[in-house]
């Protein structure tokens, strides 16, 4: 297959990451891939092997393909020639701000994927499709994430950090508001993805608290990394966490504190999420070569129907 992404930028956001894995091993199984964005630059945190070109140049091609996951992109899909082209939702922005352009406004008919059941669910609620959506899910790759028992714990509590208000960092900021808690927020660190399993494994707790995320990422990377998580319902995560590895908690200050004090203070418990968490992140469902060929089988089943199957 000959597959064009369409990408609003290639910065550090999840949603990005998703994308260059994914290209990276799309070109392993031996399909062509090039990502177009309106500067196009490569992307500096996360080595890719696709080219990236100016989103300018993507109408002048033919694709098999043609995926976007920014809904305000989806004019400079329909001027490109392709067979198929899809909208991969990867943020049901409409329950966090008001989108540019919302799902429902988007009159063309477009194959729809998503990163989540959260996320296909929030999707229903504004397209009709004749198709189960499929939810092509997240992964870790364990080159950057991976257990090691030996890293001493540095600081009590990791967390994501953002301006971004729905991310829940001013809640968190609230609830750790005391001076016997050591924390540290990724934001603004620029960790090499390479060293971001000593990061996470020098924690004793990772901490989050967003309202809303279409699959959130950081929560399973700290399960691939042993540390134990403590999270708010954001809908996305719902598709890995549980009960068993992660204690979710309401999203307000007095809960997010309880329940950061209650993985703190009891070993037993921080032994049962580590185990499990591990558990969780090693599924082959997390895996990314798995999620990868999962894609690529949807692709060309709607190559070769006309249809999801």
């Avoid at 550090?12 to 994308?19: A, F, K």
């Avoid at 392709?82 to 329950?95: G, H, I, R, T, Y």
Wanted: glycine share 6%.
């Amino acid at each position: 297959m000959r597959i064009a992404w369409c990408e609003p930028h290639l910065q550090l956001v999840g949603g990005i990451r998703r994308i260059i894995e994914i290209t990276n091993r799309l070109i392993d199984f031996g399909h062509e891939n090039i990502i177009y964005t309106p500067v196009g630059k490569p992307c500096r945190w996360l080595d890719g092997k696709a080219p990236v070109l100016k989103l300018e140049k993507l109408p002048k091609q033919k694709f098999d393909v043609v995926i976007f996951n920014l809904a305000e992109q989806y004019k400079h899909v329909l001027n490109c020639e392709a067979k198929v082209k899809v909208f991969w939702v990867l943020a049901p922005e409409a329950l966090y701000k008001q989108p540019d352009i919302p799902i429902i406004a988007l009159q063309q008919n477009f194959f729809f994927l998503a990163n989540s059941t959260f996320t296909a669910n929030y999707i229903k609620q504004y397209r009709r499709v004749k198709y189960e959506i499929p939810v092509i899910g997240g992964a870790v790759n364990s080159d950057h994430f991976h257990y090691d028992a030996t890293i001493p714990k540095r600081h009590h509590i990791l967390y994501y950090g953002s301006k971004r208000p729905w991310k829940g960092s001013s809640l968190i900021k609230q609830a750790l508001d005391t001076p016997k808690l050591k924390t540290i927020c990724m934001e603004g660190l620029n960790t090499p993805q390479k060293d971001m399993w000593r990061l996470y494994a020098g924690a004793t707790l990772f901490l989050a608290a967003s309202q809303v995320e279409g699959f959130s990422f950081p929560e399973l990377e700290a399960m691939a990394c042993g540390t134990p998580v403590v999270c708010t319902d954001s809908g996305g995560n719902r598709d890995y966490a549980t009960s068993k590895n992660a204690v979710t908690v309401s999203r307000n200050v007095q809960a997010v504190r309880q329940g950061v004090h209650l993985v703190l203070n009891d070993k037993d418990l921080r032994r049962q999420l580590r185990r499990e968490g591990l558990k969780t992140a090693r599924d082959a469902k997390y895996n990314w070569d798995n999620v990868t060929k999962k894609l690529e089988g949807i692709l060309e089943g709607i190559l070769k129907n006309g249809t999801v199957v």
